[in-house]
């Protein structure tokens, strides 16, 4: 079973973007469009396979309001936990009392467009991703554009979570997460069918940390 770090809500004066010697887990924001889908998928992925030295938020420009049901059934199939998932906007994270940020990563083109300034300013990087959501047509079409989507987060978040974060600056930071995506894009990273992937319970979700599951409508 995995151990998960407990997110840290506020930075100390002279505490590193990064994490340094404090030991805390970096803490990234994963944002889209409605937060129902290719966001909920990459923070449950990277709260696993982030093993206690990240963790993992997400949220939406114009939040759905619902966790998309076939991204559930993803991460189902992946033996990934989905309690405590749900689609909430970036604003929550603008507040005083939410989590401080040491690394945003946008999924959709539009949340990067309308990206805001974060308090602190961590780095920013784009990992664009095709909508599963958007796709029409039969069940099983539907189902397998969220099988790649999940697919391509894992192989990216697998890359992220071997980064020696504890070393890096915040623009060596965005410059090596910003480069995943163009390796991911260039063919360069491993393509292989996931296994399932076992996991401790994820911690609750949200800045308040008292966020219910999720689990109907898209």
Same mark, same amino acid.
């Given at each position: 079973m995995i151990a998960r770090a407990e997110p840290t809500r506020s930075r100390s004066e002279g505490v590193p973007r990064v994490v340094g010697s404090s030991g805390r887990a970096?803490?990234?924001?994963?944002?889209?469009?409605?937060?129902?889908a290719r966001s909920i998928l990459a923070e449950a992925l990277l709260d696993c396979l982030g093993e206690g030295r990240f963790r993992a938020f997400s949220a939406g420009?114009?939040?759905?309001?619902?966790v998309n049901p076939l991204a559930i059934e993803q991460l189902r199939e992946h033996g990934l936990p989905f309690d405590g998932l749900r689609s909430k906007s970036w604003e929550e994270f603008r507040e005083p009392a939410a989590a401080s940020l040491?690394?945003?990563i946008t999924v959709c083109d539009d949340a990067a467009k309308a990206c805001p300034v974060w308090p602190g300013g961590p780095p920013t990087?784009?990992?664009?991703?095709?909508d599963p959501a958007a796709v029409k047509g039969s069940m099983e079409a539907r189902r397998e554009a969220f099988r790649?989507?999940?697919w391509q987060l894992?192989?990216?978040?697998?890359?992220?979570?071997?980064?020696d974060v504890?070393?890096?600056?915040?623009?060596?930071?965005?410059?090596?997460?910003?480069?995943?995506?163009?390796?991911?894009? @260039?063919?360069?990273?491993e393509r292989r069918v996931p296994s399932s992937i076992s996991t401790?319970?994820?911690?609750? @979700?949200?800045?308040?940390?008292? @966020?219910?599951?999720?689990?109907?409508r898209s």
């Open positions: 970096l803490q990234v924001l994963f944002l889209c469009t409605g937060n129902s420009s114009r939040p759905a309001g619902a040491d690394l945003v990087v784009h990992w664009g991703l095709a790649r989507t999940c894992e192989r990216r978040i697998r890359e992220l979570v071997k980064l504890a070393a890096m600056a915040a623009e060596s930071l965005r410059s090596a997460v910003a480069a995943i995506a163009a390796r991911d894009c @260039a063919g360069e990273l401790a319970p994820r911690s609750p @979700a949200g800045p308040s940390e008292q @966020a219910e599951p999720t689990r109907g």
